[in-house]
């Protein structure tokens, strides 16, 4: 019995870092499709898809905070190498969102002297 909630826990260790890999991933994507946009001048887009980044890191972000609860309430996560890669994941995404919002100013302001 032990070792089947063992295991249990296990998998949804594994499935939450898994969908911080995936959030961070995808909102790194979003932010740098949000760049693209903005240099083809399409600032809705742009917005839109900055929208979605945001989204992505809300979910990566809210999966954190269970964790961090846990641990807060002495349920101990196992620290791996694959949690430690999820977080590199969503501290470079959040990093590239913030950058891809400045970049996409830049070009707002380039745009409006046309």
């Known amino acids: 019995m032990a070792e089947e909630n063992q295991a249990t826990e296990t998998d949804a260790s594994l499935e939450t870092i898994m969908g911080l890999i995936v959030n961070g991933g995808n909102a790194k994507s979003s932010a740098f499709e949000a760049i693209r946009a903005a240099k083809e001048g399409d600032f809705d887009k742009a917005d839109a898809k900055l929208k979605e980044a945001d989204n ?21 996560t196992h620290v791996s190498l694959l949690l430690v890669h999820s977080q590199d994941h969503i501290m ?16 707002r302001r380039l745009d409006a002297k046309k």
């Open 92 to 107: 470079n995404a959040i990093t590239f969102r913030d950058l891809a919002g400045e970049i996409i100013d830049l070009y």
């Open 56 to 76: 992505f890191l809300t979910e990566a972000h809210n999966a954190q905070t269970s964790m961090l609860t846990d641990e807060a309430a002495g349920k101990h």
